[in-house]
């Protein structure tokens, strides 16, 4: 059984733009606990101004649906305590990004991502030299777990699948 990974396209039109949001978006809710609503909004224009560019008019389209999904299942697994409101805009921000991709890569990349940036950031926390390097880093010490992380590298991880070796 093969993904559908994106295409060279789509990585090579969204991560110029896409790359910077990410690392923003990571950094921020390492530090305060919080995605700004600025990247988020930086997040969502990506899709209308370049995404025309990198796949067909009916997919690009479709980009703006998801975006809506992933916002209203977003808001309910808010309501319900499962993650933040910013992790929720976030999500929403960059779902167009996974257009036309294949729902089960799609599905096994949020799982490990979720994982690997949940145990790289616990890990990270009990190493002196990175404590000592971001001191005041709000989720060294707090309860919850950073999902912008995990969100940013799921995106980036997505996109630059295009250019991995396939048939």
Partial sequence: MEFVLPTVRQALVLLPFV?????????????????????????????PLVGWLAVPLNLWLWG????????????VGNAAG????????FAAAMAP????????LILALYAAC????LVAHRLMKRVPAFRAAAPDWLSWTSNKFPMGLA?????????????????
């Fill in 19 to 47: 790359l910077p949001i990410a690392i923003w978006v990571a950094w921020s809710d390492m530090k305060v606990m919080k995605i700004p609503n600025k990247a988020v909004l930086a997040m969502a224009a990506v899709w």
């Fill in 64 to 75: 703006f649906a998801l975006m809506g999904i992933v916002l209203v299942i977003g808001f």
């Fill in 82 to 89: 499962l993650f933040g409101a910013g992790d929720a805009k």
């Fill in 97 to 104: 990004a996974f257009t036309g991709g294949d729902l089960r």
């Fill in 114 to 117: 979720s994982i690997a940036a």
């Fill in 151 to 167: 969100l940013s590298g799921m995106v980036l991880f997505y996109l630059l699948a295009a250019f991995l070796p396939h048939g």
